[in-house]
């Protein structure tokens, strides 16, 4: 409605569009239409008149009762055709209604004398010939005024009229002010029709609440189906990903770190053989010492990409194995260790290296003497709880490890809570839907 009265009638909203109203686009759409709609109301307004007044006589007969359907059957092409010639002359869009769709020529006849917008429609030819009449009268008599008094000057001086009737002093302003008058006069009599047409021509409001509503339904519909397929995605993706760091952890153990320790074993028979040589027995040393480092590096690198003993025994033995290879006093409570269980891999992955990152930081930067590590099961959501007696101060900097912890939680849909106050310790509480 709002964008009705700026389009149409701007000289009512805006000062700078009063001032210009004589010589406003709005104005001469305004008239325009006004030529033009008295032409097709008129022939509308014949047409109605003639087809109800004959259908109503004749409807003992009968057969005034199809020509009723027809006349009012004809005021919904009409309508779309005065919706097209308000769009082209005044640049408003009226939606269009949705009419009853019936199965059968009586039903079908039916639906159009029982449909109220096609009644509307009809209601329409009546309400806009009464508004284009009012405003006809009202522009021409203040238009012709207006132009009356401007050019009333020019004759009177070009006659030589020395005492006009009327003073022309008075006269010019007159005509000025009627000017605007006329263009007021035709910006409201557009905006009344425009205001006829939204109740009567296009949908009605009730109908357009529950077409917004529909829409909107659909659209959240279309948003909930596309969350459950992202949904659905992530989780594949993730268990994929979970899936395949398993395969190069079984891999590695049953490859690579298999002919190490085979190697190890090797050059440790070697070098006994070899306490002859000295230089021998050194190299085969050296060699030894090597390799026991480099499989030491490759099961650090293994437990990195998956630990065995989480895929073997669960999170509450992996976490308790991160317990006993950290340097700080940790402990492990896990009042449930089966409901651990029943989470899901991705899960209890996400929480063994969220724990695995959580304690290395305690030993290397908070400078902790002991740490609590918790783990349950609260309702669907596996909770991970790592705090220590540290000097606090964590943050989870871009590109740092409690960065990257925090982005795999979230790709599970979990939370990453870090509360780490300078000098207090660290309390680090992750939690991660069972089912992720």
């Not at 210009?20 to 759409?29: C, E, I, L, M």
């Not at 209601?123 to 012709?144: D, E, K, P």
């Not at 989470?343 to 930081?361: C, H, I, K």
Request: glycine share 8%; hydrophobic share 50%.
């Amino acid at each position: 409605m709002s964008d009705d009265l700026r389009v149409v009638a701007p000289a009512f909203v805006d000062l700078r569009a009063l001032a210009a109203a004589p010589v406003s686009v709005a104005t001469w759409r305004g008239i325009s239409q006004l030529v033009i709609g008295s032409v097709v109301l008129l022939l509308a307004f014949l047409v109605l008149t003639v087809g109800v007044a004959t259908s109503l006589s004749l409807v003992i007969v009968v057969v005034g009762i199809p020509m009723l359907v027809a006349t009012l059957w004809l005021c919904r092409p009409f309508a779309e055709l005065e919706r097209a010639r308000l769009h082209a002359q005044l640049a408003v869009e009226i939606p269009a209604p949705r009419y009853p769709q019936r199965v059968g020529v009586w039903a079908s006849w039916g639906g159009v004398l029982a449909d109220s917008r096609t009644w509307a429609h009809a209601a329409y030819i009546l309400v806009a010939g009464v508004v284009l009449t009012v405003q006809g009268v009202l522009v021409s008599v203040a238009g012709g005024f207006a132009i009356g008094g401007l050019v009333y000057p020019v004759v009177a001086l070009a006659s030589g009229m020395s005492h006009p009737p009327i003073p022309l002093v008075l006269m010019v302003p007159g005509a000025v002010l009627l000017l605007w008058v006329t263009a007021l006069v035709t910006q409201a009599g557009s905006l009344a029709l425009v205001r006829s047409a939204r109740a009567l021509v296009g949908a009605s409001a009730r109908a357009e609440a529950v077409e917004a509503a529909r829409q909107a339904q659909l659209r959240a519909a279309q948003a909930e189906g596309r969350a459950v397929q992202l949904t659905e995605t992530r989780t594949a993706a993730v268990g994929a990903a979970d899936e395949e760091r398993r395969r190069i952890e079984r891999d590695l153990h049953d490859g690579a770190q298999q002919r190490l320790v085979a190697l190890g074993v090797e050059l440790g028979s070697a070098r006994r053989k070899a306490s002859s040589d000295p230089e021998a027995a050194a190299a085969l040393e050296h060699a030894h010492r090597e390799v026991k480092e480099t499989l030491a590096e490759l099961r650090d690198l293994v437990r990195g990409i998956h630990p065995a003993v989480l895929t073997d025994r669960g999170l509450d033995a992996a976490l308790s194995a991160l317990a006993a290879r950290s340097p700080v006093p940790v402990r492990v409570d896990v009042p449930d260790p089966p409901a651990l269980g029943r989470a899901s891999t991705s899960a209890q992955a996400a929480a063994y290296f969220v724990a695995a990152e959580a304690l290395t930081n305690a030993a290397k930067h908070a400078s902790a003497s002991a740490v609590t590590v918790t783990a349950t099961v609260a309702g669907q959501n596996l909770r991970l709880v790592i705090a220590d007696d540290g000097r606090g101060g964590a943050v989870a900097a871009p590109g740092s490890g409690l960065d990257g912890l925090r982005s795999r939680v979230a790709a599970l849909d979990g939370t990453f809570d870090l509360d780490s106050p300078a000098g207090a310790g660290t309390r680090l509480t992750v939690e991660v839907p069972c089912a992720s």
